[in-house]
């Protein structure tokens, strides 16, 4: 069985109801997995992190739609309930679309909605925000009601006009300022950094359970039709190949499925911490730097010499590397910290990496590589994702950039044979041409290093 929770807008509670109900299906020993949908990092990293779940990524523009129906019939598969978290609005997708948005990962995946409306400072008109959206085109997957911040003698009138409309109401979160999450200039905050989060969702949790109806919900979620897996995946093996992958506080954005992709692939991913670990892990023949706050932990970086000097000398003696977004800054020369002080760092590109006043390049885009290179041939396109405040000095020209919505390109990043930098994230795991072009290189530079 599974189960979408989607907002009527960013900031409707969705992922404080989602942490709740994890943990209360938890408490009825239901084996729970759980998906994004979109190209947040940061919910999935509570749910595998906080509340100890399999988790991942449900993108319809950085996959495909066959790609996105095996993801979750696999999930589902793997446990006894699937929640998928949406982001934004329930219709809100690309520009002014529905394109990528959850209206359109329900419909792909054909699984029942339960709309979380925000109705702070309403009474009635709450119900003319469901009343529009279950009469929207994809509407038609909403089959259930949440009221956020909505007092229990309102909710009591509320369940009638709930059922009026032919929806199940499934219950109502009470105005607490302790029910919420803090937040950060990149969404959520990271898990290790949110104060004592386990009492916190136990808290959150206590409170669902005497507000929303679970029965309920989790009568909605058994109406998902079975799903089966189009198993096709011809995955190319590659026997005995380590890939070095960054995993601590600094760098910790990376996809669940891209992992479970180089595990089917047989390829061992070894983590290090280039904020605590001497040097790099042995036998390595790749690194994966990915994304993350290396601008937090500038002066821990740096003062990591050690680490510094391993990366330097594994990038000049051409190892393959991929250095997404904050890896990216991380081979620079150097990263200002949030005080403006600017911390020395790999210094394979050129570079001083530092904070904008706004998101630069927010949004999907398509990347078009200009000359052949670690992950692709020249002319090659490829779905990416931008988000990030930082930007480099010496932003480099590997690569031309088209932004989705409004048609806005820019070129940036550096290119070589063994080398990608850039701040596009992209979804490697849904395009087995750039995997395996990836690995190919990696393979090939162990074979010549042996």
């Known amino acids: 069985m599974r189960i979408m929770l989607a907002g009527t807008k960013s900031g409707a509670g969705k992922t404080t109801i989602v942490c709740g109900l994890i943990e209360l299906f938890k408490r009825r020993s239901l084996n729970v997995s759980a998906f994004k949908s979109g190209p947040d990092y940061i919910d999935p990293m509570f749910h595998r992190a906080v509340l100890g779940i399999p988790t991942g990524n449900l993108d319809g523009f950085l996959s495909d739609k066959k790609y996105i129906a095996n993801q979750t019939s696999e999930a589902e598969k793997n446990s006894d309930i699937l929640v998928i978290e949406g982001a934004m609005g329930y219709f809100d997708g690309i520009g002014f679309s529905d394109k990528a948005s959850c209206a359109e990962t329900a419909e792909i995946t054909d699984t029942p909605v339960i709309l979380v409306v925000d109705a702070a400072a309403c009474g009635y008109s709450a119900m003319a925000i469901v009343n529009g959206f279950i009469n929207m085109p994809k509407g038609e997957n909403i089959k259930g009601v949440i009221f956020n911040r909505m007092s229990s003698v309102l909710y009591k009138s509320a369940v009638e006009e709930v059922k009026r409309l032919g929806l199940i109401p499934c219950g109502y979160i009470p105005t607490d300022k302790n029910l919420s999450l803090e937040s950060r200039h990149l969404g959520l905050i990271t898990p290790n950094e949110l104060e004592n989060i386990n009492s916190k969702i136990k808290y959150i949790a206590d409170t669902l359970e005497k507000t929303l109806d679970l029965d309920s919900i989790i009568k909605i979620a058994m109406s998902a039709p079975k799903k089966d897996i189009e198993n096709d995946e011809n995955y190319k093996?590659?026997?005995?190949?380590?890939?070095?992958?960054?995993?601590?506080?600094?760098?910790?954005?990376?996809?669940?499925?891209?992992?479970?992709?180089?595990?089917?692939?047989?390829?061992?991913?070894?983590?290090?911490?280039?904020?605590?670990?001497?040097?790099?892990?042995?036998?390595?023949?790749?690194?994966?730097?990915?994304?993350?706050?290396?601008?937090?932990?500038?002066?821990?970086?740096?003062?990591?010499?050690?680490?510094?000097?391993?990366?330097?000398?594994?990038?000049?003696?051409?190892?393959?590397?991929?250095?997404?977004c904050g890896g990216y800054m991380y081979m620079s020369e150097g990263i200002a910290d949030i005080d403006g002080k600017v911390w020395k760092t790999v210094g394979a590109v050129k570079g001083v990496c530092s904070r904008q006043k706004r998101l630069v390049h927010f949004g999907y885009g398509r990347l078009k590589l200009k000359n052949d290179c670690l992950i692709g041939k020249k002319g090659e396109e490829f779905p990416v994702h931008s988000f990030h405040y930082y930007e480099t000095d010496c932003i480099g020209n590997g690569f031309k950039v088209t932004k989705v919505s409004n048609g806005d390109t820019w070129e940036e990043g550096t290119l070589t044979d063994s080398f990608y930098g850039g701040f596009p994230h992209f979804y490697m795991q849904s395009n087995d041409k750039m995997l395996e072009t990836f690995l190919d290189k990696c393979s090939a530079w162990r074979k010549n290093n042996e």
């Open 237 to 324: 093996k590659y026997d005995g190949l380590r890939i070095g992958l960054t995993s601590d506080c600094a760098f910790s954005f990376v996809y669940d499925d891209l992992i479970r992709a180089f595990e089917k692939m047989r390829v061992e991913v070894i983590k290090f911490s280039p904020v605590n670990d001497k040097g790099l892990p042995e036998n390595l023949s790749g690194l994966y730097i990915c994304g993350g706050y290396p601008e937090i932990y500038a002066e821990e970086l740096s003062e990591n010499t050690n680490m510094l000097e391993a990366v330097r000398n594994a990038f000049n003696n051409k190892m393959p590397i991929i250095a997404e």
